[in-house]
């Protein structure tokens, strides 16, 4: 995800009036487990699992995901975050850069180590 103009330090950039979702559904680990293949992939690609092993899913499905979600790791991000859900921008960013946040700083580490199926 790139900034189309140049943001503020201190500044949320997904914020909006509105909160979406309001309503969660807990998957358990072994309930995504049995998932199709596709929804098991999109839905562990998107989210992480909280401290219970359970994953909280929008109840609208994934089309209601914060875009936050869409934010890339770095060891040097731009953002900041202690929720996993509001992204602050550390420092003045311009247009055209890279928006990006540390996954360790609110537990998506496993994100960084999870292997990619390989094209045939």
Same mark, same amino acid.
């Given at each position: 995800?790139?900034?189309?103009?140049?943001? #503020?330090?201190? $500044?949320?950039?997904?914020?909006?009036?509105?909160? &979406?979702?309001?309503?969660?559904?807990?998957? $358990?680990?072994?309930?995504?487990?049995?998932? %199709? %293949?596709?929804?098991?992939?999109? +839905?562990?690609?998107?989210?992480?699992?909280?401290? =219970?092993?359970?994953? !909280?899913? %929008?109840?609208?499905?994934? @089309?209601?995901? =914060?875009?936050?979600? &869409?934010? @890339?790791?770095?060891?040097?991000?731009?953002?900041? $975050? @202690?929720?996993?859900?509001?992204?602050? *921008?550390?420092?003045?960013?311009?247009?055209?850069?890279? +928006? *990006?946040? @540390? &996954? !360790?700083?609110?537990?998506?580490?496993?994100?960084? *180590?999870?292997?990619? #199926? !390989?094209? !045939?």
């Amino acid at each position: 995800m790139f900034a189309i103009r140049d943001i #503020p330090k201190g $500044t949320d950039p997904f914020a909006v009036r509105v909160r &979406y979702p309001r309503a969660w559904v807990r998957i $358990t680990s072994g309930e995504l487990a049995a998932a %199709p %293949p596709g929804v098991r992939d999109l +839905l562990a690609s998107i989210f992480v699992a909280g401290d =219970d092993g359970a994953f !909280r899913i %929008p109840v609208l499905g994934p @089309n209601l995901i =914060d875009i936050g979600a &869409y934010l @890339n790791h770095s060891d040097k991000p731009n953002m900041r $975050t @202690n929720d996993g859900y509001r992204f602050v *921008t550390r420092r003045k960013l311009r247009a055209g850069e890279e +928006l *990006t946040v @540390n &996954y !360790r700083s609110y537990g998506a580490e496993g994100l960084l *180590t999870r292997r990619r #199926p !390989r094209s !045939r």
